[in-house]
């Protein structure tokens, strides 16, 4: 798979994960373990514009693939959210004004209409944390 993600407008920053394994006790990037992609990090933080591109080999541990984007003052509705796993023929895109993506080789998971309802006591946070719905998600069984 091969990764090119294009800042067009000023961001906070953006993470990519391969996930190994899933939790839901915490939120945000806490609730995946696995393997962090710095380059997407340290090529996005609190950049006017930026361009990154990585090769990631598909690792059978990992169950899916994560990138997180947020915005310049964190706002929720212009944050990013893209699940992937590797997929050899199709590929990822996604072109607004804030960043153009493309993931060559991958299937994007539609998980985001995904409505959670585990046991437990959760924060407000938790629950709309779209990292955790996408945890709650993997935990569940759903389909990749």
Same mark, same amino acid.
């Given at each position: 798979?091969?990764?090119?993600?294009?800042?067009?407008?000023?961001?906070?920053?953006?993470?990519?994960?391969?996930?190994?394994?899933a939790?839901?006790?915490?939120?945000?990037?806490?609730?995946f373990?696995?393997?962090?992609?710095?380059?997407?990090?340290?090529?996005?933080?609190?950049k *006017?514009?930026?361009?990154?591109e990585?090769?990631? /080999?598909?690792? =059978?541990?990992?169950? %899916?693939y #994560? @990138?997180?984007?947020?915005?310049?003052?964190?706002?929720?509705?212009?944050?990013?959210?893209?699940?992937?796993?590797?997929?050899?023929g199709?590929?990822?895109?996604?072109?607004?004004?804030k960043?153009?993506?493309?993931?060559?080789?991958?299937?994007?998971?539609?998980?985001?209409?995904?409505?959670?309802?585990? *046991?437990?006591?959760?924060?407000?946070?938790?629950? /709309?944390?779209? =990292?955790?719905?996408? %945890?709650? #998600? @993997?935990?569940?069984?759903?389909p990749?």
């Open positions: 798979m091969k990764v090119s993600l294009e800042i067009k407008q000023k961001c906070s920053f953006f993470w990519l994960r391969g996930i190994r394994r939790r839901i006790d915490k939120c945000c990037a806490k609730c373990m696995g393997d962090a992609f710095h380059e997407i990090y340290e090529g996005t933080h609190y *006017e514009k930026a361009l990154v990585l090769d990631i /080999t598909p690792n =059978n541990q990992v169950k %899916a #994560y @990138l997180c984007g947020l915005s310049k003052g964190f706002k929720y509705e212009d944050n990013t959210h893209v699940a992937f796993v590797p997929c050899e199709q590929n990822i895109e996604i072109d607004n004004d960043i153009h993506l493309m993931i060559t080789d991958a299937r994007q998971i539609e998980f985001q209409s995904y409505q959670p309802n585990p *046991e437990g006591e959760f924060t407000e946070e938790q629950r /709309t944390c779209r =990292n955790w719905i996408f %945890a709650n #998600y @993997l935990l569940d069984g759903m990749l």
